[in-house]
């Protein structure tokens, strides 16, 4: 059952991020993660923030759960365990997200994304992504993924009928873009398929 569970969140992965395989005949590339830390200011830091149900009157943090198959990629990054894993099940990771909102509202998020220009075939320079993991659409949870994803269902755009049911993103002063984005995913925790979301935030760097 736990390679099913895999196999579901690969055909979500797959089609964020071009693969969750290794290198294939096909040329598919899950691709590289890498530490960095990145940020927005003015308007696209208050909105990914106040998204995040971040307070936006004085600084705040929150910390978002990565995937499973984004920790993986950490993992194989960092090999940080005492003993050595090779069944795809690396140790959990989080990514601080914290907002300052003086003298500029800055949003900033560390330490890890997948840098899509190593991803095969679709090779996208420039590009960083990181995505959550599945959250139930009975929205039981309290965490900030699940409170964002909540804000999210009620903004225009959304699309019940697609795999990508939202997308929106924002620029900030700099020129960097950040995005948030929405699709469906399916759990299979018992034996027991559930329908629900992976979310992704996204950010273009030049």
Known sequence: MLHSRRAATAVVLTAVFCSLLPM????ARFPNAVEKTFAVTGDAATSVATLLGMST???????LPLDKGVAWAVYLLKQDTKTPIYNGDGPPRSNL????????????????????ATALPN????????SSPFISEDFKASDSWTQMLKRLKSEAGWDSTGFLLFKRCFTSAD???ICVAVY???????NVERNGYMETITIHSE
């Open 184 to 190: 469906g995913s399916k759990d299979y925790t018992n």
């Open 57 to 63: 009157s004085e600084s705040s943090a929150v910390s």
């Open 97 to 116: 997200v914290t907002f300052s909102a003086s003298p500029l509202p800055r949003l900033t998020l560390a330490p890890y994304w997948l840098d899509l």
């Open 24 to 27: 294939t005949a096909s040329g």
């Open 175 to 177: 020129k960097t873009e």
């Open 123 to 130: 090779s996208r320079p420039g590009y960083y992504s990181f």
